[in-house]
């Protein structure tokens, strides 16, 4: 259950590493709208969900 536990917080800290990265990286280039942004978080969350740790 702790293993589990512990690979569900590695993907959750994944995810929030690399939707804050597009985030911000997006607040400086302006170069994707609301709508590209959903998809883009989308993407990140559906990604990391099916990897294996």
């Known amino acids: 259950m702790s293993n ?3 690979t569900q917080e590695k993907r959750i800290n994944a ?3 690399k939707i804050l990265k597009a985030e911000q990286e ?3 280039t302006r170069e994707k709208t609301t709508e590209q942004m959903v998809e883009t978080i ?3 969350i559906t990604d990391e969900a ?3 740790y």
Do not use: C, T, V, W
């Open 50 to 52: 099916k990897k294996n």
């Open 15 to 17: 995810m929030k590493y």
């Open 26 to 28: 997006n607040l400086k």
């Open 4 to 6: 589990e536990q512990s």
């Open 42 to 44: 989308r993407r990140i």
